[in-house]
Nanobody, 114 residues
Framework: QVQLVESGGGLVQPGGSLRLSCAASGIIFSNSALGWYRQAPGKQRDLVASILSSGDTYYGDSVKERFTISRDNTKRMLYLQMTSLKPEDTAVYYC????????WGQGTQVTVSS
């Protein structure tokens, strides 16, 4: 079955950086578009970045030029490099397949606070 396991979150000061990782199993990884979502308390879960099997990427306006999504098909890993973090980036971050969501993992908490 599909399993998505996120890691790498933590507490960071505004302006800091974090790198999130997602280990995926149970999907044809190299052929799949993949994305990072986030959900802040009391808000809906939103797609913030995605990467196609071709390597083409998409970013939401709120994270453009600060976040970088990448993938390693050999290791079946998805990454999100986050820089210039802001308090409004605080959320639980999840990985999944855009437009064909699989069972959600537990997510990884990112807290941006001084």
């Amino acid at each position: 079955q599909v399993q998505l396991v996120e890691s790498g979150g933590g507490l960071v000061q505004p302006g800091g950086s974090l790198r999130l990782s997602c280990a995926a199993s149970g999907i044809i990884f190299s052929n799949s578009a993949l994305g990072w979502y986030r959900q802040a308390p009391g808000k809906q879960r939103d797609l913030v970045a995605s990467i196609l099997s071709s390597g083409d990427t998409y970013y939401g306006d709120s994270v453009k030029e600060r976040f970088t999504i990448s993938r390693d098909n050999t290791k079946r890993m998805l990454y999100l490099q986050m820089t210039s973090l802001k308090p409004e980036d605080t959320a639980v971050y999840y990985c999944n397949v855009p437009f064909n969501n699989q069972p959600w993992g537990q997510g990884t908490q990112v807290t941006v606070s001084s």
